[in-house]
């Protein structure tokens, strides 16, 4: 189920779910709640570009064309770092987290020895556990506010607010905390744990079906729960949020008011482009195929990725004859023959590769082959394998991240973080 505190303020981690007994109670208690605190009553704008979320002010000289890549090494000595994240007009510090429920700063190439939040006591980690995510408020050099989705020590999910005072200090109180949504997840696998702010200044929440194998409690495909679900809030308006009354299911009878897209299995990784507003979501297979989904600006929001019709574009259950009407397929998937759990990118709209605009970056667990493509007319094109130029010492991809100038990072769980840069 799912828990709003409204009275308050409110695979590895992705590999590799059944309804518990008292899922139907937990979901009409989170039903009740969501009641509580309503729609935003304002007309929340389209979801499409802005220009607030491009780079600003480059520091670097472009370079023309598409020269060669390579990775250059950014920072060591972190733990299991899952997620890399800059605040906007942030140029001095990147924040790393770490599973174990530690966010940390990266200075100079060095880690610092003291964590930014350290919130490790309250953590279940370990497989698909921990601090999953990251996300800095648009305005956070200003309001110092910051979200972060983690697994508490019976194994749930926690979206929380904390509060840097000042928006410059390198540590942050963990009594800071304002806990905007809980769910309780009836397996220990599939918690999603996306967090991102959209170019429209939502801040979207991923979820996975809730675990175990198959989705056995029709998570995916059921719109009064979050699992499965990619999730929209507004978290500049409400206690602790309110749902933007543009979400496509909110004056839905029984539906959870955030959705914003179902039929997800684990989604592991989400991004906006910064430049159009699109959005990808690399979603992780059950025994036979990964995929990226896509949705292009305007969006509109109520896509149905299929899970659990469909694994990728193969029926799922059925196996065979699967009704796909009303499902959004994949723009691209690929077989277990090349991977197994997918690790969804970022776009590069860098200052230094402007010939690379519009790529879209991602990697597979597994294998920690690094590809991209580019969308053009609805469709993947422009499909690469980097592995050989970026993949060097790069041996299992949890995450890939952006600086403010755009320039794209690669997260190794192994405890590293890789820029990708010109080769010469």
Not at 297 to 318: L, S, V
């Amino acid at each position: 189920m799912v828990r709003r505190a409204f009275a308050a303020p409110p695979e590895t981690p992705h590999r590799c779910a059944a309804r518990c007994a008292g899922a139907a109670l937990l979901v009409g208690s989170l039903a009740l709640a969501l009641a509580g605190c309503g729609s935003d009553g304002s007309s929340t704008p389209t979801p499409g570009a802005s220009a607030s979320t491009s780079p600003v002010g480059c520091s670097v000289t472009p370079i023309g064309g598409q020269p060669t890549l390579t990775n250059t090494l950014f920072a060591r000595g972190l733990s299991s770092p899952l997620d890399f994240q800059v605040p906007a007009g942030e140029r001095s510090r990147a924040f790393v987290v770490e599973q174990g429920g530690r966010i940390r700063i990266v200075r100079g190439g060095a880690v610092v020895g003291t964590p930014f939040l350290d919130i490790s006591s309250k953590i279940s980690t370990g497989g698909e556990r921990g601090l999953l995510g990251l996300a800095f408020h648009p305005q956070y050099a200003s309001n110092g506010r910051f979200y972060v989705n983690y697994t508490d020590r019976s194994g749930d999910t926690h979206i929380s607010e904390f509060r840097a005072s000042p928006p410059a200090a390198d540590a942050v109180d963990p009594a800071t905390e304002r806990e905007l949504l809980f769910v309780r997840q009836p397996f220990a696998n599939h918690n999603g744990g996306g967090l991102a702010f959209g170019n429209d200044g939502m801040l979207y929440a991923g979820l996975g079906d809730g675990g175990s194998a198959g989705d056995p409690q029709g998570n995916g495909q059921d719109l009064s729960t979050p699992l499965g679900k990619l999730l929209r809030m507004n978290v500049d308006a409400g206690t602790p949020f309110a749902v933007p009354s543009d979400n496509p299911f909110v004056a839905r009878a029984g539906a959870f008011p955030a959705i914003w897209a179902y039929g997800l299995r684990n989604p592991w990784r989400f991004a906006f482009d910064r430049e159009t507003g699109d959005l990808f979501i690399a979603d992780v297979g059950q025994n036979a195929v990964e995929e990226v989904d896509f949705a292009a600006a305007p969006r509109r929001g109520g896509e149905n990725y299929g899970w659990n019709i469909m694994e990728g574009t193969r029926c799922f259950a059925p196996p065979s004859g699967c009704n796909q009407t009303g499902l959004t397929l994949p723009v691209l998937d690929y077989t277990h023959s090349e991977g197994c759990s997918i690790t969804g990118g970022v776009v590069y709209r860098g200052c230094r590769l402007p010939g690379y605009a519009g790529t879209y970056f991602y990697s597979d667990y597994c294998t920690a082959f690094i590809r991209s493509f580019r969308m053009q007319g609805g469709q993947a094109v422009d499909r690469r394998d980097w592995t050989a130029a970026l993949g060097r010492g790069v041996n299992a991809v949890t995450a890939f991240g952006r600086d403010d100038e755009g320039e794209v990072y690669i997260v190794d769980q192994d405890g590293e973080v890789y820029k990708i840069v010109p080769a010469s």
